[in-house]
């Protein structure tokens, strides 16, 4: 599947079977972290067949069931948008794979959790991982012109960067995020939310396999 294809065809997904991921899998997602880690200075962990931070014993847990492997994602204090943008990365990667994904904030047991977390650290998020019971279904979606300032001269890698932006996950669904372009310049956005670095983070990745890097710079 090329990157359009990724990113339609994946949703969030908050109900998984009891099929463990194949090992070629797990090592091309570790192997993924790892470089993902080095690059941005994360500390991202994959954590497999552990069933407590969702309870996956228990018939429902939050909004989520079956969930016993997932991603922590953890780094520096501050890195709320790295976050985003590289754990947009890996759940595309996942999707690549064959398996589904969902971002998850609040509905997950944190104690439960047994991360490694560095005094400077903290775990922002996890994101749920495995074979879904379906695809998920496709969310609505805002208009281009309530994201960014697209007219009709507009470069076709901006209509494009637009598109992809409004294909990602954000809390909620809220796509508070926004895209201006002056020539080759474009500045990313969000309005200020809980969320709202790490849902600008997912934003400019799509963006940016929209666009295509080599047509644009960020302002």
Known sequence: MNAWELMRARHAVRSYVNHPIEAEKVAALQQAIEDVNR?????IQL???????????AAHYGQF??????????????????IGYY?????LL????????CWVALTFRKNAVTVDIAPEEKLHVVIALGYGETQGVQHKSKAASAVSN??????????????AALLAPTAINQQKFSFTQNGRRVKA???????????LGIAKYHFELGAGKENF???
């Open 39 to 43: 690059e941005a200075g994360l500390h």
């Open 47 to 57: 954590f497999t067949e552990e069933p407590e931070a969702f309870n996956a014993n």
């Open 65 to 82: 069931s079956g969930c016993r492997n997932y991603l922590a994602m953890v780094g520096p204090k501050d890195a709320d948008e790295a």
């Open 87 to 91: 754990g947009e990365k890996l759940v």
């Open 94 to 101: 996942a999707q690549e794979l064959g398996l589904n994904t």
């Open 150 to 163: 697209l007219s009709d001269s507009s470069p076709q890698w901006f209509r494009d960067g637009v598109e």
């Open 189 to 199: 956005r969000t309005k200020l939310t809980f969320y709202g670095r790490m849902d």
């Open 217 to 219: 710079d960020w302002a």
